[in-house]
């Protein structure tokens, strides 16, 4: 299987197309490419990931939860994305369970509930991993919400400019503000993007008539 890589430029594109409405419905996105308008809401992305969607997804009910995956891995410390991933790759696993289960946990907060490194991962997350709980957990509704809601502000977070105050008030402060702006235009997609990217993909023969995503037809 070749490497999946993101594409970046396809989600910029798309999200510069939604269409906003005025009664929002807060678990879709619609947009519009060229004439074509469709949708992305919880059944196309079930579709595209696969995983459980019914029953309760709070992961909070298991955060009082004591197990022994969480003791002998997680007890000594705050836990951030970037904890799990040092334990991911420095950790030697005494049993396949422990192992199997920090797989789990690194592929979860790697791809599917992926933010930044310094985030702290809920103890109810780590526990219901612990507990052995993830096979019949509703991901779904989980990852959707976050990726969801991240594809909804991503444009906002593009242009946040940090401001500095004029202490002259003679404009020495505007520099200043340019100075800071610089570079700061970007966004990070968090969640699992790469299902939206999928369901992009799927509509090729709308996409295919738009300028920014061109492609081979020989190599498709």
């Known amino acids: 299987m070749k490497p999946i890589a993101m594409q970046a430029q396809l989600i910029y594109g798309a999200l510069y197309r939604e269409i906003h409405q005025k009664k929002k419905k807060e678990r879709e996105m619609r947009f519009k490419f060229i ?11 079930a579709v595209i990931i696969g995983l459980r969607c019914k029953r309760d997804n709070n992961v909070n009910k298991f955060a009082k939860k004591e197990n022994a995956f969480m003791e002998k891995y997680f007890s000594d ?55 052995g709980e993830f096979e019949c957990f509703p991901w779904d509704k989980l990852v959707y919400d976050l990726t969801i809601c991240n594809l909804r502000t991503a444009l906002r977070e593009k242009y946040k400019k940090r401001k500095s105050i004029d202490p002259g008030g003679k404009g020495k402060g505007k520099d200043k503000e340019k100075e800071k702006g610089k570079g700061t235009r970007a966004y ?14 799927e509509m090729l023969v709308v996409l295919k008539k738009v300028v920014y995503c061109r492609y081979d037809s020989e190599s498709v």
């Open 77 to 131: 410390q705050t836990i951030t994305h970037i904890a799990v991933e040092e334990r991911f790759f420095h950790n030697d696993f005494k049993t396949d369970d422990f192992a199997v289960k920090m797989v789990v946990l690194y592929f979860a907060i790697k791809c599917l509930l992926s933010r930044l490194p310094s985030k702290k991962v809920s103890d109810g997350l780590i526990n219901m991993v612990g507990l």
């Open 35 to 45: 004439c074509d308008k469709v949708r992305f809401s919880m059944g196309e992305f």
């Open 188 to 201: 990070k997609l968090r969640g699992f993007a790469l299902a939206f990217q999928a369901w992009l993909y």
